[in-house]
């Protein structure tokens, strides 16, 4: 999790104070995962902005962005990630754009 309770989502905190258990059990899978997979830090960073971004999950954007960011990702290059899903989920994807730019800009 991270030390900057704004980038997380008032859900997820709730969800960590709330249920800590499962927090921790979903934790530990989601960290499991990340070691398992054969990805870069930087690409599996922006690829899972890729997904947020298909998805129209705008709340996840500023967490994954500073994930991708502290992983050497660039600010174009996290752009080219929301939009790289553009022609398979149409315009849904640049909703994320806002949300993904400002908190790049803000670190």
């Avoid at 999790?1 to 989502?9: A, R, T, V």
């Avoid at 290059?77 to 994807?93: D, Q, Y």
């Avoid at 909703?95 to 790049?104: K, T």
Wanted: charged residues 15%; hydrophobic residues 50%; contains cysteine.
């Amino acid at each position: 999790m991270s030390d900057q309770p704004s980038l997380i989502s008032n859900a997820f905190r709730t969800f960590m104070s709330e249920a800590p258990q499962r927090a921790q059990a979903w934790s530990s899978v989601v960290q499991s995962l990340a070691s398992a997979s054969v990805l870069d830090k930087k690409t599996a960073a922006l690829a899972y902005l890729a997904v947020l971004a298909a998805l129209g999950l705008e709340r996840g954007v500023p967490f994954h962005v500073q994930t991708a960011r502290q992983a050497r990702a660039s600010r174009d290059e996290v752009i080219s990630a929301i939009l790289v899903c553009l022609p398979a989920a149409g315009h849904r994807v640049t909703q994320v754009l806002p949300a993904a730019i400002a908190a790049f800009d803000a670190a």
